[in-house]
Nanobody, 115 residues
């Protein structure tokens, strides 16, 4: 069983920045594709960004140029750097780790963008 722990959420003003972290308790972390999802109240969970085991990244159009996903396999950690935050980025952000048929979720961290 893989445990994922997200941190770094909080309240930030529009235009501000936050960096989310996702730490995984697994020895083969480098084999996993890691994604960040978000879910706003009343909306479906959506994929925000993904970084593969090989380091390839992809983003949803709404965050391109503002968010950066990265990983440090030695620290079993994936980051989501979020810049130029907008009120519509407000959501609970979840980390997901996937390897073959296995998929694990963290508990989520709240991000609120408001003045």
């Amino acid at each position: 069983q893989v445990q994922l722990v997200e941190s770094g959420g909080g309240l930030v003003q529009p235009g501000g920045s936050l960096r989310l972290s996702c730490v995984a308790s697994v020895s083969t972390f480098s084999d996993y594709d890691i994604s960040w999802y978000r879910q706003a109240p009343g909306k479906q969970r959506e994929l925000v960004a993904i970084i593969t085991s090989g380091g390839t990244t992809s983003y949803v159009d709404s965050v391109k140029g503002r968010f950066t996903i990265s990983r440090n396999d030695a620290a079993n950690t994936v980051y989501l750097q979020m810049n130029s935050l907008k009120p519509e980025d407000t959501a609970v952000y979840y980390c997901n780790a996937r390897w073959v048929a296995y998929s694990y979720w963290g508990q989520g961290t709240q991000v609120t963008v408001s003045s």
